[in-house]
Nanobody, 117 residues
Framework: QVQFAESGGGLVQPGGSLRLSCVAS????????MGWYRQAPGQERELVADITTGGPATYADSVKGRFTISRDNSKNTVSLQMNSLKPEDTAVYFCNTNPIRAGYDDWGQGTQVTVSS
């Protein structure tokens, strides 16, 4: 199974920036479409961005133009640069495959992003 460890979250003011990082285990990483997900209290987990092994990326409408996803297959890492943050971006952020492969890929602990003045 592939496991993930997220880091980089924190407390920022509206309009601020954060860069999230995720390191994945296993040699299969380079073959997988990777995504960043987030879950706010009382809300379903949602996909905010994903990236193919070769680099093309897609974004949810709510973050398009503000977030940038990237990956380094040689290091088994995927990152999310988050700019112009809004209070509604407040959530726990996770990385995982897209689609989720239940039973194969574990969810990490996530990293908390809080956008507040």
């Amino acid at each position: 199974q592939v496991q993930f460890a997220e880091s980089g979250g924190g407390l920022v003011q509206p309009g601020g920036s954060l860069r999230l990082s995720c390191v994945a285990s296993g040699s299969i990483f380079r073959f997988l479409v990777m995504g960043w997900y987030r879950q706010a209290p009382g809300q379903e987990r949602e996909l905010v961005a994903d990236i193919t092994t070769g680099g093309p990326a897609t974004y949810a409408d709510s973050v398009k133009g503000r977030f940038t996803i990237s990956r380094d297959n040689s290091k088994n890492t995927v990152s999310l640069q988050m700019n112009s943050l809004k209070p509604e971006d407040t959530a726990v952020y996770f990385c995982n495959t897209n689609p989720i492969r239940a039973g194969y890929d574990d969810w990490g602990q996530g990293t908390q992003v809080t956008v507040s003045s």
